[in-house]
């Protein structure tokens, strides 16, 4: 959201004035546009209703906005002297397409993060950038000159990438894969969108665990695609909701989180992965398992991934250096059969030719680097750390308001609100407090859920920002 900017030369009223003549010439308030009344407007832009009226008048002057007794300001429909013309109608526009926009509440997030206005922030998936290996990617930078070609490459990405991916899972996840069976993407959620695109009809039934946090995910209701829960236990997702939903619904795929769920932190039992593996093989129904968090691990030994049990080609595995290493660099990655990758490379290939290679490159040889274990294994010791840290004051700052369970690995705590509360008043009230946070309904949840992450902060804000959610949270029980 715009903001007038107070430390500028330029007056208030001219900024504003400016801002909104801007919007009219680019098509984005066309003519006829109601405009916000003056004191609404003040209040959305934090300044004096006499600030807004300076501006009002001031596009009025010019012939840009007019005021109508009974029906307030609006965007003139023809200028005065000058021939009538039509300018697009871009807010119908966007209103349009096949690309759903996000949730409402993720919306909301997005809008007070970019506002400008500090926030203490839970809500980003992501590592804090203290977290990851910028010495390393330093080194690979200055240390070995980069000589590769600049042009179009391998849509189905850099072949020494692939190649040292197939080391690097094999090693560190148990998964045998060659690099023709390993499609480089730019993270995680390219991949599930191009299964939905290439694998998936509209129409077609998809299993999830409930929550989840695909349900945070437009991608799936723009292709059309049917979401339906699994009950989810101690253990995990059981075989039986799976045969029952593909009874009701026909399900086409089940897509996992297995372990360090996202957002509940739950790690499916070993017991439990062997019978939903058989079950889905019965079936004949592909298993897509997203393995992010396995390597945050606080434990020695991270949980086998499903596809590590998988002899018959049943689990698409997902994975990414998003969550191990940097968000920035974009670099995800999906193991599966030939003619599943054929098939992606394929669309990659229309979609944009391929990923840049300077990522790709850099991401080569930060895996064969000899750093990158070691980073990882700082990296679970400060993610423990910083876990500890967000427990110990949510227990001593809400005694009795809150109830979690401690993770072993991932970048989230999942929370349980005692009492009775909205998960948009929370947010706004968090908001006002300077916090922001995952709701638990964006993740398909009840009211009175919430996703803390204490992967994004400084170590040295969480206790603050854990004291600010405090107060949004009782400010919202008492309301």
């Not at 619904?249 to 499916?268: K, S």
């Not at 980073?375 to 967000?390: F, K, N």
């Not at 072993?408 to 609100?417: D, E, H, M, S, V």
Request: hydrophobic residues 40%; contains cysteine.
């Amino acid at each position: 959201m715009w903001r007038p900017d107070r430390a500028s030369d330029r007056p208030l009223y001219q900024q504003i004035a400016t801002n909104i003549e801007q919007r009219i010439s680019l098509g984005e308030m066309p003519p006829g546009s109601p405009l916000p009344s003056e004191r609404k407007l003040a209040q959305q832009l934090g300044v004096n209703r006499s600030t807004v009226m300076q501006a009002y008048e001031m596009l009025r002057a010019s012939g840009l906005i007019e005021s109508l007794t009974g029906s307030g300001t609006r965007v003139c429909r023809d200028r005065e002297g000058s021939a009538p013309r039509q300018t697009p109608n871009w807010s119908r526009y966007v209103e349009s397409g096949t690309l759903q926009p996000n949730l409402p509440l993720m919306r909301r997030i997005r809008e007070g993060l970019q506002s400008g206005v500090p926030f203490i922030n839970f809500a980003g998936g992501e590592l804090a950038p203290d977290l990851s290996p910028n010495d390393a990617i330093a080194d690979i930078m200055t240390s070995h000159p980069f000589r590769e070609p600049l042009g179009y490459g391998n849509p189905q990405g850099y072949v020494p990438l692939r190649v040292a991916l197939a080391s690097f899972l094999l090693e560190q996840r148990g998964i045998a894969a060659t690099d023709e069976s390993i499609l480089v993407t730019s993270g995680s959620q390219q991949s599930l969108y191009l299964l939905t695109q290439c694998l998936l009809n509209p129409g077609d039934a998809i299993a999830i665990e409930n929550p989840s946090y695909a349900y945070s995910l437009a991608m799936f209701h723009s292709a059309g695609i049917r979401l339906f829960g699994l009950p989810v236990d101690d253990e995990g997702v059981h075989p039986d909701g799976i045969r029952s939903l593909h009874k009701q619904h026909r399900v086409r795929m089940v897509l996992l989180n297995p372990n360090y769920q996202n957002p509940t932190g739950t790690v499916m039992s070993a017991e439990r992965r062997i019978e939903v593996l058989a079950c889905c093989e019965e079936l004949g129904i592909p298993i897509v398992e997203d393995d992010p968090f396995s390597l945050t691990a606080f434990g020695e030994q991270p949980p086998p991934p499903l596809k590590s049990l998988d002899r018959n080609g049943t689990v698409l595995y997902i994975g990414s250096l998003s969550k191990i290493a940097a968000s920035g660099l974009r670099i995800g990655w999906m193991v599966a059969p030939h003619t599943v990758i054929r098939r992606l490379a394929d669309a990659r290939q229309q979609m944009d030719f391929g990923l840049s290679i300077f990522p790709q490159w850099i991401a080569a040889r930060l895996l064969d680097s000899t750093s990158f274990l070691p980073h990882i294994e700082q990296l679970r010791i400060a993610l423990r750390d910083r876990r500890d840290v967000m427990a110990s004051a949510l227990r001593r700052m809400l005694p009795g308001e809150i109830s979690f369970e401690l993770p072993q690995g991932g970048l989230n705590l999942w929370c349980r609100i005692h009492g009775e509360v909205n998960d948009y008043a929370l947010l706004e009230n968090g908001i006002r407090n300077g916090v922001v946070f995952v709701p638990g309904s964006v993740y398909g949840a009840e009211h009175g859920y919430v996703r803390l992450s204490y992967a994004r902060p400084p170590m040295e804000e969480i206790e603050m920002g854990i004291d600010k959610f405090a107060q949004a949270l009782y400010k919202s029980l008492r309301t």
